[in-house]
């Protein structure tokens, strides 16, 4: 079985910084495209970034370029969203997500992704 499980949000003020963690069981990263997407109350949920499954192309949306950054660590089947000056507009619950197919590219659709980490709430508030 393939699982994720996601964590690090917190309660943060603006300009904090904060790193999600997604463990992956069940599946190795190594071959896999990666993704993050976060959903704010009363919106869609929505592509933040994500990874190739080579790691080493990342790409973000318009709004977070500069400020998150993907990572990955093999050995410990983890993959990372570092967040720094966090705003407001960054609340939401960010899920991490894996695509189900060998080899892929990054998608930015949420129906291109088999499995999903359960949520880990982030909270920018003055």
């Known amino acids: 079985q393939v699982r994720l499980v996601d964590s690090g949000g917190g309660l943060v003020q603006p300009g904090d910084s904060l790193k999600l963690s997604c463990i992956v069981s069940g599946r190795t990263l190594s071959y896999y495209a990666t993704g993050w997407f976060r959903q704010a109350p009363g919106k869609e949920r929505e592509f933040v970034g994500g990874?190739?499954?080579?790691?080493?192309?990342?790409y973000y949306r318009d709004s977070v370029k500069g400020r998150f950054t993907i990572s990955r660590d093999l050995d410990q089947n983890t993959i990372y969203l570092q967040m720094n000056s966090l705003k407001p507009e960054d609340t939401a619950i960010y899920y991490c997500?894996?695509?189900?197919?060998?080899?892929?590219?990054?998608?930015?659709?949420?129906?291109?992704?088999?499995?999903w980490g359960q949520g880990t709430q982030v909270t920018v508030s003055s």
């Open positions: 990874m190739s499954w080579t790691g080493r192309s990342t």
């Open positions: 997500a894996l695509n189900d197919k060998r080899h892929g590219t990054i998608e930015t659709g949420i129906s291109d992704y088999s499995f």
